[in-house]
Nanobody, 116 residues
Framework: QVQLVESGGGLVQAGGSLRLSCAAS????????MGWYRQAPGKQRELVAR???????IYADSVKGRFTASRDNARNTVYLQMGSLKPGDTAVYYC??????????WGQGTQVTVSP
């Protein structure tokens, strides 16, 4: 049974920090990339950060310099360290796992709310 367990969301004041984590288990295919997406009310889901197996990382322009994504391949876990948070970062954050087979998996989402 595939499970993506996300944690670390919550309520924080503007300028604060949060760390998200996503642990994947039960995936039988080799994992390529792991990443984070977010969806704010009334908006489309968008990429926040994506980390390949080799560690190459891309970020959305809106989070560059504030967020850092990393992963532990041995634990099939991806992290998102978020700093200098802004109210505009408020969204549900989703973990995504991409396999070399082309099968993708999504987490259930974790709410991040940044108050002014």
């Amino acid at each position: 049974q595939v499970q993506l367990v996300e944690s670390g969301g919550g309520l924080v004041q503007a300028g604060g920090s949060l760390r998200l984590s996503c642990a994947a288990s039960g995936i039988i295919f080799s994992i390529n990339a792991m990443g984070w997406y977010r969806q704010a009310p009334g908006k489309q889901r968008e990429l926040v950060a994506r980390v390949t197996y080799g560690g190459s990382t891309i970020y959305a322009d809106s989070v560059k310099g504030r967020f850092t994504a990393s992963r532990d391949n041995a634990r099939n876990t991806v992290y998102l360290q978020m700093g200098s948070l802004k109210p505009g970062d408020t969204a549900v954050y989703y973990c995504k796992v991409e396999t070399y087979r082309g099968v993708n998996y999504w987490g259930q989402g974790t709410q991040v709310t940044v108050s002014p």
